[in-house]
């Protein structure tokens, strides 16, 4: 009998097996300025652990990873008996040795509840969800257990596990363009802010550039400034997988001492006005039924669309057009232009639907396809917007609302300066300005303001024309036939220099 028991000892055990990871929790989470008793996220983060099998330890001497998370709310607004709150969260992985091998930042993760500290408490699961989502999704890609290293246990002493990545990252500059564009690129900046991506299967563990350590995001985003000298610069960028592999690739980029030679000139070369992208959003149908469907939105942003492909210098590959959107879509849109869109490029935003004006808060919405008449958890705010446009680095971003209360985004409620600068000098300031429909009240769903917006770009003759002098030339008309008094101005605290966006016919 003892040796039957023997027999499927051998039968039932692996072959081998790995020795388990130990793992070291740091979490610091408070709800509404208050440290939390049963933390929320540590609990989780330890279910998933255990799950993908590691150990957690109390002894960060004995850790083979870190994990470190710091998370704290704040109040949102009140409405009609629901609260909102947000939640913000900063979560970074690291080995023994200080390597760090996982690192995101979480901002206004927004949710409800019945009073402020509720929603926080809703808003640190939620954040907590998409963390641990996230971080399990490397935990594939990365595969720890290799990359640790560590003796099978039934090998001899001198046997490791070896990566099966052998493959070096792939190297793409983004931005400027003038890498993508010239073999020989010269630019007369004295410094170049220099953007690009790393990729790989097993995800980036670092970009350097010149022996300098550049910003690095999760999915292999990296961002560095360089000092030019004047004539010919050399930057070389290395990149490196979590496995240890290594790519190198290196530029030459030289600072002209003098001016170029069109730098007088009243036009504006495809050269030196990089991408024109837009996003265009229109919403009629809400899933609520208590919020009513509109008829217009979409038509009026497919005239949109029309039209800027049609005469202007954007191409259908470079829009996105969304129709009936969700708030993560919308997200996610602004989310991918952040990703995309360089230094040298404009970016056009336009939506159209249902707008909201809280006054006790001074805040105003955009209400998405998904939004609830009684909260406003998939609200999107003003200053969620302004957030993004702030953060998308562009030359020229220029926003478009054509919905209630879309007045309430701008920093002054000027409608135009009395002096106009020259169309270069406008483009070379960079800018952030919007024009709406209406200030801080209702307007109608056949848009007076797009039908004028849409006639005057289609008759316009000029070559070049300026945000402003587009607006001007159809204020009048949407006054003259409808109640509201359409807006044009600077978006706050999003990066405006005084510059304009500039719309260049085909």
């Not at 998370?69 to 040795?97: I, M, R, W």
């Amino acid at each position: 009998m003892k040796n039957i028991y023997i027999l499927l000892f051998f039968l039932v055990s692996p072959m081998y097996s790995y020795s388990q990871l130990n793992a070291y929790i740091i979490s610091d989470e408070s709800n509404m300025g208050k440290e939390i008793s049963v933390k929320i996220f540590e609990n989780k983060l330890k279910e998933s652990l255990i799950e993908n099998s590691f150990q957690i330890v109390n002894n960060k001497s004995s850790a083979d990873y870190i994990y470190n998370c710091k998370l704290t709310t704040s109040q949102g607004s009140e409405y009609q008996g629901v609260y909102t709150s947000f939640a913000n969260a900063e979560f970074d992985v690291s080995n023994a040795n200080g390597k760090h091998l996982f690192a995101k930042v979480y901002t206004n993760i927004k949710a409800g509840g019945l009073n402020y500290e509720h929603a926080g408490s809703k808003a640190i699961e939620k954040v907590s969800d998409k963390i641990i989502a996230e971080f399990e999704v490397f935990l594939l890609t990365a595969d720890l257990f290799e990359t640790d290293n560590r003796i099978n246990e039934n090998l001899t002493d001198t046997t490791v596990i070896q990566s099966k990545d052998k493959t070096p990252p792939e190297i793409k500059i983004i931005s400027p363009t003038l890498f993508t564009r010239s073999s020989d690129p010269v630019t007369k900046e004295k410094q170049l802010k220099i953007k690009g991506i790393a990729t790989d299967e097993s995800g980036i563990f670092s970009v350097i550039v010149n022996n300098q350590e550049t910003s690095l995001s999760a999915d292999g985003y990296f961002s560095i400034s360089l000092k030019l000298k004047i004539g010919e610069n050399k930057f070389v960028v290395i990149a490196e997988d979590i496995k240890g592999n290594k790519s190198k690739k290196e530029y030459i980029v030289t600072r002209s001492a003098k001016p170029f030679s069109g730098d007088n000139n009243t036009s504006l070369s495809e050269t030196n006005t990089g991408t024109y992208f837009a996003l265009i959003i229109g919403v009629n149908e809400y899933t609520d039924v208590t919020i009513p469907s509109l008829n217009n939105p979409v038509s009026d942003a497919q005239s949109l669309y029309d039209v800027i492909t049609e005469k202007y210098s954007f191409k259908e590959e470079n829009i996105n057009f969304i129709k009936n959107s969700t708030r993560r879509d919308i997200i996610i849109a602004f989310d991918n232009l952040s990703k995309t869109v360089t230094e040298n490029d404009n970016l056009l935003i336009f939506f159209a639907g249902h707008g909201y004006w809280d006054e006790k808060m001074k805040q105003g919405y955009w209400l998405p396809a998904d939004a609830s008449y009684d909260n406003s958890v998939d609200w999107i705010r003003n200053s969620t917007i302004q957030g993004y446009i702030g953060s998308i680095n562009s030359k020229h971003t220029l926003l478009i609302a054509d919905a209630c209360f879309s007045g309430g985004i701008f920093k002054t409620r000027k409608a135009f300066n009395d002096a106009s600068e020259g169309i270069n000098k406008l483009y070379e300031l960079s800018s952030r300005k919007a024009m709406t429909s209406g200030t801080l009240k209702e307007v109608p769903d056949e848009s007076v303001f797009l039908k004028y917006l849409v006639k005057r770009l289609n008759e316009n003759p000029e070559k070049y024309i300026s945000a402003q002098d587009l607006f001007t030339s159809f204020r009048t008309a949407v006054l003259n036939n409808s109640p509201n008094v359409p807006q044009y101005g600077t978006i706050k605290d999003t990066g405006d220099e005084g510059g304009d966006f500039i719309f260049i016919k085909q």
